[in-house]
């Protein structure tokens, strides 16, 4: 056990740094390794005994294909919500965000939450067309293997896995710098220790236990991160937003950024600012995209559910970001020089504590002391995890449907595609720590995979999105032009390290103006390829061809159901123009809120802010920050209490069986996609009593 120590005599001990590039950890090791594998250890065996739970009471067989890939593609919104904000609450957004807030004052949290958001929301517009046009689809690659043949397949595999390999490394090597810096555990024992936990409940549970550990986690780590917001007030150096305010006005005159309106903290003219939010957003669409996790997700929510589910998550999920890295970068450049609570006073942090995100690890050190220090740990691990079951799930599925089913075995039964599931999670936890542990050994931290993971993960971003979007893209447009905005991207990378540096190494190559270069270049030039390469033959794709292939096996249908009953026969018959029209309207809807909140978030609010040369003054930054603090408290509130209120019949059926030791007697079907109750759209509704009326 550790001993609680005032927050003084905390810091008596931890100012004592081991070198220039650490403090020493608050946190014995037996700490580190209880939060690594024995918790990660607990919440598998607690997801196991869940899954276990539904498949015994509600009939939710995981060792059906459609339940362990697909959840029977019947997750309702409230859990949609949760899983996509928790898709995104990586370790490194929490991080990186304020590694950004640190290197570029206000701007730099802004950016990386505008990065995020749109193109979040966004992949609504995508997983509805995807659920309108080719409903039985597992994953994206799938869908790539339908339209344009195996060799697209196998190019579009290549670049799914890279995509997924970088996400992984990114988190682990985030996180375990982390969990190290507070814990003492060594880095490589973090970094094998951490997939663990989450191979043994993703193994047994499938995509209906990541979504359930999705909302266990994300719901803990807001509350953690609500309290920080509220207990970092209660702090005598900090006081007030007032007081963190003049804070930071002393810190841009002793330590003014170079690029920034008149090298203020306090602004949103920010050179550097801005040239992330180019990059950051365009790698974002690349690893959101690419990775088969939100297309897994995608598949597994109800058709209801994508756009609401989608476009709601993104938006709450905005406030993550902006709020913890303005409020934790805010606090090291306000008392890393100034107070004797700050872990690392009187020096500044080093290069090596910025590249390894430790600006929120000692925020959190400088608030709470040692249960701080413990509090950021358990977040980070729970961060990492939580996505970690998504990228496993992912990988599991490219490896069962897309190599093994495709390849080996066509013929494959249930059993089988599960067989190589399993093989799959076990595969690349594996895999990714190998990968983490050999970047680490070469001198890669989280600082350079931030910057740079875009020029890998971009070539795909418009030959996906026109796949599912543009008829007119030819097969050898869909081949050719994300292979050659690859190598595009890489050569400009490369070539502008080189030519604004003189060398190309790990340091040069992690500049921010190569990685915007390069992958912009990687974003964009597939455009240019793409639509000439179609236009000298073009397409015309049958969408309806899509729905031609069978590629669902047997659907295990719930004995407790949360949707609404329906007049299976009519909906698969009458109703099929309606459902038709339903789903275009929610596409239309995406289309929109896509737009809305791209001009929103990254145009309309922050390009006049950055045009303006404006400095806060104390009382515009006070409303600043509330904004913020306030957006993520709703947050909390959106993403812990909606899922619970939104499956609330089928929480209380569970609990009813369970404790009557009997089977519930309700047998509601649930929707097949062919089969879409879209909330007051179908001519059946179901009254209170469940009698049916005419709508």
């Given at each position: 056990?550790?001993?609680?120590?005032?927050?003084e005599?905390?810091?008596?001990?931890?100012?004592?740094t081991?070198?220039?590039?650490?403090?020493?950890?608050?946190?014995?090791?037996?700490?580190?390794?209880?939060?690594?594998?024995?918790?990660?250890?607990?919440?598998?065996?607690g997801?196991?005994?869940?899954?276990k739970?539904?498949?015994?009471?509600?009939?939710?067989?995981?060792?059906?294909?459609?339940?362990?890939?697909?959840a029977?593609?019947?997750?309702?919104?409230?859990l949609?919500?949760?899983?996509?904000?928790s898709?995104?609450?990586?370790?490194?957004?929490m991080l990186?965000?304020?590694?950004?807030?640190?290197?570029?004052?206000?701007?730099g949290?802004?950016?990386?939450?505008?990065?995020?958001?749109?193109?979040?929301?966004?992949?609504a517009?995508?997983?509805?067309?995807?659920?309108?046009k080719?409903?039985?689809?597992?994953?994206?690659?799938?869908?790539?293997r339908?339209?344009?043949?195996?060799?697209?397949h196998v190019?579009?595999m290549?670049?799914?896995l890279?995509?997924?390999?970088?996400?992984?490394?990114?988190m682990?090597?985030?996180a375990?710098?982390?969990?190290?810096?507070?814990?003492g555990?060594h880095i490589?024992?973090?970094?094998?220790?951490?997939?663990?936990?989450?191979?043994l409940?993703?193994?047994?549970?499938?995509?209906k236990?990541?979504?359930?550990?999705?909302?266990?986690?994300?719901?803990?780590?807001?509350?953690?991160?609500?309290?920080?917001?509220?207990k970092?007030?209660?702090?005598?150096?900090?006081?007030?937003i007032?007081?963190?305010?003049?804070?930071?006005?002393?810190?841009s005159?002793?330590?003014?950024?170079?690029?920034?309106?008149?090298?203020?903290?306090?602004?949103?003219?920010?050179?550097?600012?801005?040239?992330?939010?180019?990059?950051?957003?365009?790698?974002?669409f690349?690893?959101?995209i690419?990775?088969?996790?939100?297309?897994?997700?995608?598949?597994?929510?109800?058709?209801?559910?994508?756009?609401?589910?989608?476009?709601?998550?993104?938006?709450?999920?905005?406030?993550?970001?902006?709020?913890?890295?303005?409020?934790?970068?805010?606090?090291?450049?306000?008392l890393?020089t100034?107070?004797?609570?700050?872990?690392?006073?009187?020096?500044?942090?080093?290069?090596?504590?910025?590249?390894?995100?430790?600006?929120?690890?000692?925020?959190?050190?400088?608030v709470?002391?040692?249960?701080g220090?413990a509090?950021?740990?358990?977040?980070?691990?729970?961060?990492?995890?939580?996505?970690?079951?998504?990228?496993?799930?992912?990988v599991?599925?490219?490896?069962?449907?897309?190599i093994?089913?495709?390849?080996?075995?066509p013929?494959?039964?249930?059993?089988?595609?599960?067989?190589?599931?399993?093989?799959?999670?076990v595969f690349?936890?594996?895999?990714?720590?190998?990968f983490?542990t050999?970047?680490h050994?070469?001198?890669?931290?989280?600082?350079w995979?931030?910057?740079?993971?875009?020029?890998?993960?971009?070539p795909?971003?418009?030959?996906?999105?026109?796949?599912?979007l543009?008829?007119?893209?030819?097969k050898?447009?869909?081949?050719?032009s994300?292979?050659?905005?690859?190598?595009?991207?890489?050569?400009?990378w490369l070539?502008?390290?080189?030519?604004?540096?003189?060398?190309?190494t790990?340091?040069?190559?992690?500049?921010?103006?190569?990685?915007?270069?390069?992958?912009?270049?990687?974003?964009?030039s597939?455009?240019?390829?793409?639509v000439?390469?179609?236009?000298?033959?073009?397409?015309?794709?049958?969408?309806?061809?899509?729905?031609?292939?069978?590629?669902?096996?047997?659907?295990?249908?719930s004995?407790?159901?949360?949707?609404?009953?329906?007049?299976?026969?009519?909906?698969n018959?009458?109703?099929?123009f309606?459902q038709?029209?339903?789903?275009k309207r929610?596409?239309?809807?995406?289309?929109?809120?896509?737009?809305a909140?791209?001009?929103?978030?990254?145009?309309?609010?922050?390009?006049?802010m950055?045009?303006?040369?404006?400095?806060?003054?104390?009382?515009?930054?006070?409303?600043?920050?509330?904004i913020?603090?306030?957006?993520?408290w709703?947050?909390?509130?959106?993403?812990?209490?909606?899922?619970?209120?939104?499956?609330?019949?089928?929480?209380?059926?569970?609990?009813?069986?369970?404790?009557?030791?009997e089977?519930?007697?309700?047998?509601?079907?649930?929707?097949?996609?062919a089969?879409?109750?879209?909330?007051?759209?179908?001519?059946?509704g179901v009254?209170s009593?469940g009698?049916?009326?005419?709508?």
């Amino acid at each position: 056990m550790v001993e609680m120590a005032s927050l003084e005599e905390y810091t008596a001990r931890s100012v004592k740094t081991v070198s220039s590039n650490g403090i020493e950890p608050p946190l014995s090791q037996a700490i580190g390794y209880v939060i690594v594998l024995v918790v990660g250890l607990a919440i598998a065996l607690g997801m196991v005994f869940i899954t276990k739970l539904l498949q015994r009471v509600v009939g939710e067989d995981n060792r059906k294909t459609e339940m362990f890939m697909t959840a029977n593609r019947s997750v309702r919104t409230g859990l949609t919500t949760s899983a996509v904000v928790s898709s995104w609450l990586w370790s490194t957004a929490m991080l990186g965000a304020s590694l950004v807030g640190y290197n570029y004052g206000i701007s730099g949290p802004f950016w990386y939450a505008a990065g995020c958001s749109p193109m979040i929301v966004f992949f609504a517009l995508l997983g509805i067309s995807c659920k309108r046009k080719i409903p039985e689809a597992h994953t994206l690659l799938e869908i790539v293997r339908v339209r344009y043949g195996k060799v697209a397949h196998v190019v579009y595999m290549f670049l799914c896995l890279v995509n997924n390999l970088i996400a992984v490394a990114n988190m682990l090597l985030g996180a375990s710098a982390v969990i190290t810096a507070m814990t003492g555990v060594h880095i490589i024992a973090v970094t094998f220790l951490l997939p663990v936990g989450v191979a043994l409940y993703t193994f047994v549970g499938g995509i209906k236990a990541t979504f359930l550990t999705d909302y266990m986690h994300t719901f803990t780590i807001l509350i953690v991160l609500c309290y920080f917001t509220a207990k970092a007030f209660s702090v005598d150096a900090i006081g007030s937003i007032g007081n963190l305010y003049d804070l930071l006005v002393a810190a841009s005159e002793q330590h003014p950024i170079s690029g920034n309106q008149n090298g203020s903290y306090l602004t949103m003219t920010s050179k550097g600012g801005i040239l992330f939010g180019i990059l950051h957003i365009l790698a974002n669409f690349g690893l959101v995209i690419m990775d088969t996790s939100f297309f897994i997700k995608a598949f597994s929510a109800s058709p209801a559910a994508v756009v609401p589910g989608y476009v709601i998550g993104g938006v709450a999920y905005f406030a993550i970001p902006w709020a913890i890295g303005t409020l934790a970068s805010s606090i090291c450049l306000g008392l890393e020089t100034t107070s004797s609570v700050f872990p690392t006073y009187p020096r500044r942090l080093s290069t090596t504590e910025i590249g390894s995100g430790l600006i929120l690890p000692y925020a959190f050190i400088t608030v709470a002391g040692n249960a701080g220090a413990a509090m950021v740990a358990l977040i980070t691990f729970m961060a990492v995890t939580s996505t970690l079951s998504a990228q496993v799930i992912a990988v599991s599925s490219i490896i069962s449907f897309d190599i093994y089913r495709t390849y080996i075995n066509p013929r494959a039964t249930d059993r089988d595609v599960i067989r190589w599931s399993h093989y799959g999670v076990v595969f690349f936890a594996l895999v990714a720590a190998a990968f983490s542990t050999l970047l680490h050994y070469v001198g890669i931290d989280l600082n350079w995979t931030l910057y740079m993971l875009g020029v890998l993960t971009c070539p795909g971003i418009f030959p996906t999105t026109f796949t599912i979007l543009w008829r007119k893209q030819n097969k050898a447009a869909a081949i050719i032009s994300p292979l050659l905005g690859m190598v595009t991207g890489i050569a400009v990378w490369l070539g502008s390290a080189y030519g604004l540096s003189g060398e190309v190494t790990v340091v040069t190559t992690g500049e921010v103006l190569p990685c915007v270069y390069g992958t912009t270049a990687s974003a964009l030039s597939p455009i240019l390829y793409s639509v000439v390469i179609s236009l000298l033959k073009p397409d015309e794709y049958d969408w309806s061809s899509f729905k031609k292939e069978k590629l669902a096996f047997e659907e295990q249908h719930s004995s407790i159901d949360i949707a609404q009953p329906v007049d299976t026969e009519l909906a698969n018959a009458g109703n099929a123009f309606q459902q038709t029209q339903t789903l275009k309207r929610w596409s239309r809807i995406a289309a929109y809120w896509s737009i809305a909140t791209f001009l929103g978030h990254w145009v309309l609010w922050p390009l006049p802010m950055y045009a303006s040369r404006y400095i806060f003054q104390k009382g515009f930054f006070v409303a600043w920050l509330v904004i913020a603090l306030v957006w993520i408290w709703i947050t909390l509130f959106v993403v812990g209490f909606y899922p619970i209120i939104d499956g609330r019949a089928q929480i209380l059926a569970v609990w009813n069986s369970v404790f009557s030791r009997e089977r519930s007697k309700i047998a509601f079907r649930e929707p097949s996609v062919a089969a879409l109750d879209v909330e007051g759209e179908s001519d059946i509704g179901v009254a209170s009593d469940g009698k049916e009326t005419k709508n």
